[in-house]
């Protein structure tokens, strides 16, 4: 369970956050005041008219009275709308700006920060929490706002009338704020279980939805909707838990105000027959009453409203203060022709024992050339690929591009010369052009230009809507040998210096792929090509290749050359060979 936060610096941290919106507080606050001053005056005329036609006996001032109640309500009316404009325009805004600002922090993050937040925490962020905090900031301003000008407006007129009555109608008020901060206190652990426990099950049909496939596949249907029925059935137990307290937050709240109403009927009688007060004074002062147990009552939403929007704002804060990756560095060399690396060491860990490791002792390789990474699966290939793209940080040794060294502070840098094709596909569910442009601006023949590169615009040309096709969740609507040419596109499409592929050649026909090779290595867009595959066939044209095993570079040199010196490489080749020999 969390440490419950400060109120005074939640307080701070949102009046910071608002500040730029602070012109329309400003004047819907104006507002409020003339809404609530000719609201006030209500009760005040409904007193002069009273008290004036029993003492004159005149019935002429009656009409001239009911005017100025109609026309105070309708002031207050339009005073009080114009200021609800006002405050919610603000945060509407400012829920924009909460979430421009949460996606801008999402994608500062480095790939160890990301993983610490499951994909369920960033949507209920992005949707629920951003939303309460609007909620909370628009709403919440309003009410306490509203409830600072009813007691500033209507306790001079109650004192007027009577200061010994007003003294005793007031006593129930501190019991009111007692009730309330027992009820806060238990609304507030409850509310940032529930939001954990939304996350957790947002989490769960996220990846049954994309997993839905292999769910039907085993046929285990069954046992993840009881699954999701367990997590669902917890999620409730904590919303009916929250929500009893919100049921019980608002009939307390009526209940201990009425008693003021009690103490005045109680005590205003006598007075009325006793002429210390008029019936008009009386009647007026049932109204100040009935508006201030309004504004209590409406404190009531206030509280739940307040608990969801602070234990929103923790969640989000707990966002925006981890650890994003430096935006600049020192001037980085652009387009290196040298790699170093030396006493490169990168663990992986399972519950925090060690599953594997890459040790690389001494690397040097010159660039300008296309070079192969090869080996079994789990020798380290993908790894060394993502360290040298910047998504893992080795914390032991380090790498130099032309005796520049790498740290952590280059990582942004090192990504505007290198581009990566990764080994797990990605697209969004956007239209083919979107993959490969992601949202940039482009013409037609680029687009076709970077789908003749791989290979995919004769298929693309057969689509009903061609470039505009809708892939689908993840791709869905795509073969995988055709996702895995789109992401190459997607790569030729934004060409860096230096290109990573990461074996996407898997699911690709030998035609296809030599074709694809090709244009590859005689392309002159690249400077430098890394070539990830456990197929010599695709290796085989790169000028130099790294051999792995077990988290170890044991050879490099050319196809020729490993056939001669490296054992393993040489038995790959020919089982490789046989299985193409019985295919054809």
């Given at each position: 369970m969390q440490k419950k936060e400060s109120l005074v610096d939640f307080?701070?941290?949102?009046f910071v956050f608002s500040s730029s919106y602070i012109h329309l507080y400003f004047f819907a606050f104006i507002f409020l005041a003339l809404s609530n001053f000719f609201s006030a005056k209500i009760p005040n005329s409904v007193q002069s008219a009273i008290d004036s036609t029993a003492n004159a006996g005149a019935s002429d001032k009656i009409i001239w009275f009911a005017g100025m109640?109609?026309?105070?309500?309708?002031?207050?009316?339009?005073?009080?709308?114009?200021?609800?404009?006002?405050?919610?325009?603000a945060c509407r805004e400012q829920e924009h700006s909460l979430r421009d600002k949460l996606m801008e922090k999402v994608c500062s993050f480095s790939i160890k920060t990301l993983s610490q937040k499951s994909i369920g925490d960033y949507v209920t962020n992005m949707s629920e929490d951003t939303t309460q905090v609007r909620i909370f900031v628009g709403f919440g301003f309003v009410q306490l706002a509203n409830i600072i000008m009813v007691y500033v407006f209507c306790l001079p007129y109650m004192i007027a009338i009577s200061p010994k009555l007003t003294m005793y109608a007031i006593?129930?008020?501190?019991?009111?704020?007692?009730y309330i901060a027992v009820l806060n206190h238990k609304l507030y652990y409850l509310n940032l279980d529930m939001k954990a426990k939304l996350a957790q099950v947002t989490d769960f049909v996220s990846q049954s939805v994309y997993g839905i496939y292999v769910i039907k596949s085993f046929h285990a249907m069954t046992s993840f909707s009881q699954k999701f029925d367990a997590e669902s059935d917890e999620l409730f137990t904590k919303q009916w838990r929250a929500t009893l307290y919100n049921l019980i937050l608002m009939p307390g709240l009526i209940l201990i105000s009425s008693f003021g109403e009690w103490i005045v009927i109680y005590l205003g009688v006598p007075m009325i027959n006793a002429g210390?007060?008029?019936?008009?004074?009386?009647?007026?002062?049932?109204?100040?009453?009935?508006?201030?147990?309004?504004?209590?009552?409406?404190?009531?939403?206030?509280?739940?409203?307040?608990?969801?929007?602070?234990?929103s704002w923790i969640r989000l804060r707990e966002i925006y203060t981890l650890e994003s990756e430096p935006e600049k560095s020192d001037a980085l060399v652009e387009s290196p022709n040298k790699l170093e690396v030396s006493r490169l060491k990168f663990t992986h860990y399972i519950h925090d024992k060690e599953s594997f490791s890459l040790d690389i002792e001494s690397l040097n390789l010159d660039l300008n050339k296309s070079i192969g990474i090869f080996?079994?699966?789990?020798?380290?290939?993908?790894?060394?690929?993502?360290?040298?793209?910047?998504?893992?940080?080795?914390?032991?040794?380090?790498?130099?591009?032309?005796?520049?060294?790498?740290?952590?502070?280059?990582?942004?840098?090192?990504?505007?010369?290198?581009?990566?094709?990764p080994q797990n596909v990605f697209l969004f569910s956007k239209s083919i052009e979107d993959n490969i442009s992601f949202f940039e601006d482009f013409t037609q023949d680029q687009i076709k230009d970077a789908l003749t590169f791989a290979d995919l615009f004769s298929d693309v040309e057969k689509f009903e809507n061609g470039t505009e096709t809708i892939v689908g969740e993840r791709g869905v609507r795509l073969s995988l040998g055709q996702k895995q040419r789109?992401?190459?596109?997607?790569?030729?499409?934004h060409p860096k210096d230096v290109l990573l592929i990461d074996?996407?050649?898997?699911?690709?026909?030998?035609?296809?792929?030599?074709?694809?090779?090709?244009?590859?290595?005689q392309s002159d867009i690249y400077k430098t090509l890394f070539l990830c595959s456990h197929r010599i066939s695709t290796l085989k044209h790169c000028e130099q290749i790294l051999v792995f095993d077990k988290g170890e570079i044991t050879h490099k040199g050319s196809h020729d050359q490993l056939l001669k010196t490296c054992p393993y490489y040489q038995e790959i080749w020919s089982i490789q060979q046989m299985f193409e020999e019985v295919s054809s």
């Open positions: 307080l701070r941290e949102l109640i109609i026309a105070c309500a309708g002031v207050q009316f339009i005073f009080r709308v114009l200021a609800r404009i006002l405050v919610y325009r006593i129930p008020y501190p019991l009111l704020l007692i210390e007060i008029s019936q008009g004074q009386f009647i007026a002062y049932h109204g100040y009453i009935s508006i201030l147990i309004f504004s209590s009552v409406a404190v009531g939403f206030g509280v739940s409203t307040f608990n969801r929007g602070f234990t080996g079994p699966i789990g020798s380290g290939k993908s790894t060394f690929i993502k360290l040298l793209a910047g998504i893992y940080q080795a914390k032991e040794g380090d790498f130099q591009f032309d005796d520049q060294l790498i740290s952590s502070k280059h990582y942004a840098d090192l990504r505007k010369f290198i581009s990566y094709v789109l992401t190459l596109a997607r790569s030729h499409f074996d996407c050649f898997s699911a690709l026909d030998t035609v296809t792929e030599e074709t694809i090779l090709q244009s590859l290595i």
